[in-house]
């Protein structure tokens, strides 16, 4: 374990989809705030970041785990930077596609 990152953002920076999840399960805040990262653009910087330091296709499975336990598709990090934003830089259009139908869901439970 990381001196450095909290648990869930040690998971997020490893891809390690089922620890997150269990960290979230317990009780985790998907929207943890750390290293002026949400844990949802950290995931997005991190599976971007990996695909690209690897050249193996981009993965989503922690941006999915962090959407379904509840991570805010819009909430900004403290540079102001949204998931969507970590998105478009990395071109990572899974992760855009799953931002987009989570903050339209969003949207029509908002309006119903």
Not at 21 to 27: K, N, T
Request: glycine share 6%; charged share 20%; with cysteine.
């Amino acid at each position: 374990m990381s001196d450095y990152w909290t648990p869930a953002h040690q998971a997020v920076e490893q891809e390690d989809a089922e620890a997150l999840a269990r960290l979230l399960a317990a009780g985790a805040d998907p929207d943890e705030v750390f290293s002026n990262m949400t844990l949802l653009t950290h995931a997005i910087d991190a599976e971007g970041d990996g695909s690209l330091q690897s050249g193996q296709p981009l993965t989503v499975h922690t941006t999915a785990v962090l959407l379904a336990f509840g991570a805010d598709p819009e909430l900004a990090d403290p540079d102001g930077r949204t998931p969507m934003n970590m998105a478009d830089h990395y071109g990572h259009d899974l992760a855009m596609k799953l931002l987009q139908t989570h903050i339209s869901r969003r949207a029509r439970t908002w309006c119903a």
